[in-house]
């Protein structure tokens, strides 16, 4: 069985709220995945998952690509379909190659959003195997990692 929190994570919750800062949008979204995925709501915990991924990428896209861009072209980034960022991830160049060597990972995060587009744009009621699940909360929580070291580099 696949834990919910790690120890780290919640130390590392415990400290934000400790010094009063607020737990990162994405966060509250991964906890809310694992919560509904523990609740069996397949639909609720890929949703949240897809939340959690989008608001972490344009939040890392927003700090490390379009900082001092020009009001128009940040505008022009905000528009982007997730889908299209997640094929070039590797290629933006974060310098960093954690992100090479997660090409399984990312393959199932565009699986994720696979998943959220049929619910939200067919109506679909997902059904995944558990093992899947448990390979999607894997390489989202590993692809949130990244990007959260990646944010703190920038």
Do not use: C
Not at 109 to 117: A, D, G, L, S, Y
Not at 122 to 133: A, E, L, M, Y
């Amino acid at each position: 069985m696949l834990a919910t929190v790690s120890r780290k994570d919640w130390h590392l919750v415990q400290r934000s709220l400790e010094v009063n800062l607020d737990v990162p949008i994405w966060q509250l979204y991964l906890a809310e995945a694992f919560q509904r995925k523990e609740l069996e709501d397949v639909r609720g915990f890929i949703l949240s998952l897809a939340i959690a991924i989008e608001s972490i990428m344009k939040a890392l896209i927003k700090r490390h690509i379009v900082a001092s861009a020009p009001p128009k072209f940040k505008e022009t980034v905000g528009k982007i379909g997730i889908g299209r960022i997640l094929d070039g991830w590797v290629k933006i160049n974060f310098r960093n190659n954690r992100w090479k060597s997660l090409t399984e990972e990312i393959k199932l995060v565009k699986n994720v959003f696979t998943e959220r587009n049929s619910i939200m744009h067919r109506g679909s009621q997902p059904v995944i195997s558990k093992d899947k699940q448990n390979e999607f909360a894997r390489a989202v929580s590993v692809f949130i990692e990244t990007a959260e070291k990646q944010m703190r580099r920038s």
